[in-house]
C-alpha cells in the first residue's frame, strides 16, 4: 500500500491557561497564532474539565456579540442559555450549540442548575468563525444539534465526529456560511487517523486531552499544545505511541480563509474601526436588545 504525502506542519506551540466569564477555566490556542487567528478561526478556547462542588459552578453574565458565529460544544456536562431573542434552551453532552450572531445578539451561558445546586464535571469548547463582510450583519440564528445527529466515523482504534464539512464521505449537520470543518478526533494507544481536506483550507488541531504524534511517531504532540499546516496539498496524520496510557482526544479544523481585513473589541468582530464603534454604540443604546427576565 502506497503511503501518502503528507500535509507539512506550519506551527505546533502550547496553549495558555486562563479565565472567562465569571472566572471559569480555559486553554487558549489559536489567539497565540501568529495574528492571532486561524483564518476564518477567531478564537478557540477549551473550557477545561472541572468538577465543581455544590455552588461553585459560573457561567457568564449577559454579553453581546456582532459579526461572527460561535460553535459551543459540551464533553461533559449540560450547560444552559438564554438571549434577548427570547431563545433558550439546554446543551447537554455531545449537543453543539452553532450561534450566528451576525447583527447582533445579546446571551449568557451557565452550568445546568442541578450542576449549580448538586456540583458536577463540565468540559467543552468555544470556538469563534468569522463572517465574511457580506454577511456580518444577517439576521441572529441559532443551530441546535444534539449529539445523536452528529455522525461518526470509527476506524480501528479511532474515532472521528463530523460537526461540519465532510469526512470519510459522511457530512456534518451544522449549515456553515463558509466552507468549514469542525471534527471531533480521538485516537487509542498504538493507532493512528488520517484526515483529508482540501490543500488551500487553513487546519489546525488542538489537543484536549492525552499526547500523541503529528506525521510520524518522531515529532511529539503534547496534551494542550495546538498544531497547525501549511496550505498545501497532503493528508494529515495524528497518532498514539503505544506505549501510552491514554487516548489523544482534541477538535480539528479547517476553512477556506477570508483574506478579510480584521478589526476586533471584545465581543465584535467587524472589518473596520469604524463598524466597531458602531457595535458599541449599539449596544449601549440598547439596539442589540436584552434578555428578558424570567417570571416564576
Given at each position: 500500500?502506497?503511503?501518502?504525502?503528507?500535509?507539512?506542519?506550519?506551527?505546533?506551540?502550547?496553549?495558555?491557561?486562563?479565565?472567562?466569564?465569571?472566572?471559569?477555566?480555559?486553554?487558549?490556542?489559536?489567539?497565540?497564532?501568529?495574528?492571532?487567528?486561524?483564518?476564518?478561526?477567531?478564537?478557540?478556547?477549551?473550557?477545561?474539565?472541572?468538577?465543581?462542588?455544590?455552588?461553585?459552578?459560573?457561567?457568564?453574565?449577559?454579553?453581546?456579540?456582532?459579526?461572527?458565529?460561535?460553535?459551543?460544544?459540551?464533553?461533559?456536562?449540560?450547560?444552559?442559555?438564554r438571549d434577548s431573542l427570547g431563545n433558550?434552551?439546554?446543551?447537554?453532552?455531545?449537543?453543539?450549540?452553532?450561534?450566528?450572531?451576525?447583527?447582533?445578539?445579546?446571551?449568557?451561558?451557565?452550568?445546568?442548575?442541578?450542576?449549580?445546586?448538586?456540583?458536577?464535571?463540565?468540559?467543552?469548547?468555544?470556538?469563534?468563525?468569522?463572517?465574511?463582510?457580506?454577511?456580518?450583519?444577517?439576521?441572529?440564528?441559532?443551530?441546535?444539534?444534539?449529539?445523536?445527529?452528529?455522525p461518526e466515523v470509527r476506524g480501528d482504534?479511532?474515532?472521528?465526529?463530523?460537526?461540519?464539512?465532510?469526512?470519510?464521505?459522511?457530512?456534518?449537520?451544522?449549515?456553515?456560511?463558509?466552507?468549514?470543518?469542525?471534527?471531533?478526533?480521538?485516537?487509542?494507544?498504538?493507532?493512528?487517523?488520517?484526515?483529508?481536506?482540501?490543500?488551500?483550507?487553513?487546519?489546525?488541531?488542538?489537543?484536549?486531552?492525552?499526547?500523541?504524534?503529528?506525521?510520524?511517531?518522531?515529532?511529539?504532540?503534547?496534551?494542550?499544545?495546538?498544531?497547525?499546516?501549511?496550505?498545501?496539498?497532503?493528508?494529515?496524520?495524528?497518532?498514539?505511541?503505544?506505549?501510552?496510557?491514554?487516548?489523544?482526544?482534541?477538535?480539528?479544523?479547517?476553512?477556506?480563509?477570508?483574506?478579510?481585513?480584521?478589526?476586533?473589541?471584545?465581543?465584535?468582530?467587524?472589518?473596520?474601526?469604524?463598524?466597531?464603534?458602531?457595535?458599541?454604540?449599539?449596544?449601549?443604546?440598547?439596539?442589540?436588545?436584552?434578555?428578558?427576565?424570567?417570571?416564576?
Amino acid at each position: 500500500m502506497t503511503e501518502p504525502t503528507l500535509r507539512p506542519i506550519d506551527h505546533q506551540l502550547d496553549t495558555v491557561a486562563s479565565f472567562e466569564g465569571n472566572g471559569f477555566a480555559v486553554r487558549k490556542g489559536l489567539q497565540r497564532l501568529p495574528g492571532g487567528q486561524l483564518d476564518p478561526f477567531l478564537h478557540l478556547d477549551e473550557l477545561v474539565r472541572t468538577t465543581h462542588a455544590p455552588g461553585e459552578a459560573l457561567g457568564t453574565s449577559d454579553h453581546p456579540h456582532r459579526g461572527f458565529e460561535t460553535v459551543t460544544q459540551l464533553i461533559e456536562g449540560a450547560f444552559v442559555h438564554r438571549d434577548s431573542l427570547g431563545n433558550g434552551g439546554r446543551i447537554d453532552a455531545g449537543d453543539v450549540q452553532w450561534m450566528t450572531a451576525g447583527d447582533g445578539i445579546v446571551h449568557r451561558e451557565e452550568p445546568a442548575p442541578e450542576i449549580v445546586e448538586h456540583g458536577g464535571t463540565v468540559w467543552g469548547y468555544q470556538l469563534w468563525v468569522n463572517l465574511p463582510r457580506a454577511q456580518k450583519r444577517v439576521p441572529a440564528r441559532y443551530q441546535s444539534v444534539t449529539r445523536d445527529q452528529i455522525p461518526e466515523v470509527r476506524g480501528d482504534g479511532t474515532l472521528v465526529r463530523v460537526v461540519a464539512g465532510e469526512h470519510a464521505g459522511l457530512r456534518g449537520p451544522a449549515v456553515t456560511r463558509t466552507p468549514v470543518g469542525v471534527l471531533w478526533v480521538e485516537v487509542e494507544p498504538g493507532r493512528y487517523v488520517d484526515l483529508d481536506v482540501p490543500a488551500e483550507h487553513n487546519t489546525g488541531f488542538q489537543v484536549f486531552a492525552g499526547g500523541g504524534w503529528i506525521a510520524t511517531p518522531d515529532r511529539s504532540l503534547d496534551d494542550g499544545q495546538v498544531v497547525t499546516w501549511r496550505r498545501a496539498a497532503g493528508t494529515i496524520r495524528l497518532g498514539v505511541p503505544s506505549t501510552a496510557s491514554a487516548p489523544l482526544r482534541g477538535l480539528f479544523l479547517s476553512g477556506l480563509p477570508l483574506g478579510e481585513p480584521v478589526a476586533r473589541y471584545g465581543p465584535f468582530v467587524m472589518n473596520t474601526r469604524a463598524e466597531l464603534v458602531e457595535a458599541v454604540e449599539d449596544t449601549q443604546a440598547g439596539r442589540l436588545g436584552r434578555i428578558p427576565a424570567e417570571i416564576g
